[in-house]
């Protein structure tokens, strides 16, 4: 019988291996799979008694902790929505997504709590009740324990996998930052895709480093999904500290490290790197492409191998790995997974030939339903989704990653767009104009450069004045690394600023050309 709930996932392992551990803490918390389908089931029940229904919305604003599995599993197990976000994020993007959203109920721990509060704080009456996790709850506020019910009540059977699991904000192919809407179907989907790509990326004797944050779609189904699927060992770990992150590695023995490509900056220059990586089978990419100098250096030094793929959040998110390649291809990010569907199509909407560049096109059941609340600018009546990004396919069916049809900047495998931080440089006393682009970064793949326009103000107040003022309204990801204050930006004859020459001039920076 095929199932239609990620949780059902935990219930079926802990029936099959109850006393196997499922989840650790770096600190040393865990549960095993017995103990972690007794806090879903009691989680899911709990959420009953506090009034939220199948279909509402809980915000889930959480670091990696046993408290974000068992919440997330629990509000998917009771039918209702799971909303995780970046617990870094600003009160105002906090108190922005709380209303689109609907949030009935906000789970924040100790990193998150004070911007939650003033986030909630914002809406005055209108504000959900929110949940603390690992501090003490303040007036009007519930401990994480509340959600626990004492007695479990089964819940029926989620009699409809199109129905809503989870809303994740991403900035998508235009605007500002919209949720896409992905059911229980889709994110099962994937997980069974990539449960299909052999050899297997995953397997239930590994043990799988938690280090992505959970919130992020790679986290959450990527690779808690495919340690559910799989009955792996998962080791959540708070935050990347290169050493840290090492000495866990080892320490625990994890076989399949999953990370973002920021990451091999940091490990590289270890002189040590090929012992402290002794248990790893496999490393895996993604969120943000990978230099292919890069992916040859580190399976060199490492003597692991390195794999990476292509996915978005709208697609659950993974659709290509170079373990579908049929032979490695510098450069690539892969063939698609099984069950996944690729088409490139020109400037006309026509499908283009496959080793032109043309637009990216996916059509799978691990496609999103579209973006909340209405579905608008999802798959097609034929279930073919623009991602927005262009591409070549060669012959063996590898996809070459070119360019962005938009021009989100990722920073650390998060997606900016511009249009957002312009909005907010624009609120900036004294700034008339402002254009944002994306600029390469060693550390963090990509980094947010601003040009601004403020007439009559000194240059260095104006960067002063406009580092301080988005470090309230932005998170830090998404706040402008370097800000160049210019008498005018370059415009095109219908007034668009010519965002192709300020990359330009970035690019002759980043050379050595232009001081």
């Known amino acids: 019988m095929p199932r239609n709930d990620i949780s059902a996932l935990v219930a079926e392992a802990a029936a099959e291996v109850p006393d196997r551990q499922a989840v650790l803490e770096s600190s040393g918390r865990s549960l095993t799979w017995a103990a972690l389908e007794d806090e879903v089931a009691r989680v899911a029940t709990g959420l ?58 906000v789970v924040a721990d100790e990193g998150s709590l004070d911007v939650v509060r003033a986030a ?20 009007g506020e519930l401990p994480h324990d509340a959600l626990r019910a004492d007695v479990v009540r089964p819940v029926p059977p989620l009699p409809d996998p199109e129905k ?45 480093l938690g280090v ?58 270890d002189e040590h790197l090929r012992e402290r990586l002794g248990p790893v089978r496999l490393v895996l990419s993604g969120s943000a492409p990978l230099e292919p100098e890069v992916v040859e250096e580190f399976s060199a030094r490492a003597d692991v191998p390195v794999h990476q793929g292509y996915g978005l959040t709208e697609a659950s998110p993974v659709v290509t790995s170079t373990l579908c390649s049929r032979a490695p291809r510098p450069g690539s990010v892969g063939a698609a997974l099984p069950g996944i569907e690729l088409r490139l199509v020109d400037e006309t909407g026509q499908v283009a030939d496959l080793q032109d560049p043309g637009q990216i096109q996916v059509r799978g059941a691990n496609l999103f339903s579209g973006y909340w609340p209405d579905g608008s600018d999802g798959p097609d009546a034929d279930g073919w989704y623009a991602t927005g990004d262009v591409g070549f396919i060669d012959p063996d069916g590898d996809l070459f990653l070119v360019d962005r049809v938009k021009e989100l900047v990722i920073v650390s495998g998060f997606n900016v767009y511009p249009t957002e931080v312009e909005d907010v440089l624009r609120e900036v006393e004294g700034v008339t104009e402002a254009a944002v682009v994306g600029v390469p970064d060693d550390q963090t793949g990509e980094a947010v450069v601003a040009y601004v326009v403020a007439p009559g103000a000194a240059p ?42 300020l990359r330009g001039l970035e690019r002759r920076r980043h050379l050595g050309i232009l001081e």
């Open 164 to 208: 809503l699991a989870a809303l994740l904000y991403t900035s998508g192919t235009s605007g500002q930052p919209r949720a896409a809407m992905l059911s229980h179907r889709a994110l099962l989907a994937n997980i069974e895709q990539v449960a299909a790509v052999e050899p297997p990326m995953m397997h239930g004797d590994d043990v799988v």
């Open 460 to 501: 260095d107040a104006v960067v002063e004045a406009v580092r301080a003022y988005c470090g309230d309204r932005l998170a830090r990801f998404k706040q402008p690394s370097r800000v160049e204050v210019v008498d005018a930006l370059p415009l095109t004859v219908t007034g668009k600023v010519r965002k192709g020459m």
């Open 212 to 269: 992505l944050p959970l919130f992020h779609v790679y986290g959450l189904n990527a690779v808690l999904g495919g340690v559910l699927r799989h009955r792996a060992r998962l080791v959540l770990v708070e935050q990347f500290e290169p050493q840290a992150v090492l000495d866990v590695i080892d320490d625990e023995a994890c076989s399949v490290v999953p990370v973002a490509p920021p990451v091999f900056a940091h490990w590289l220059p």
């Open 48 to 105: 009953g008694q506090h009034g939220v229904r199948a279909g509402q919305r809980v915000m889930i604003a959480l670091g990696n902790r046993l408290e974000f599995v068992t919440t997330y599993l629990g509000v998917l197990r009771a039918q209702v929505v799971a909303v995780p976000v970046n617990p870094r994020s600003a009160s105002g993007e906090v108190s922005r997504m709380v209303v689109d959203s609907g949030t009935r109920l």
């Open 120 to 139: 909630l704080a914002e809406l005055g009456d209108d504000a959900p009740h929110l949940v603390v996790v690992g501090a003490e709850p303040g007036p």
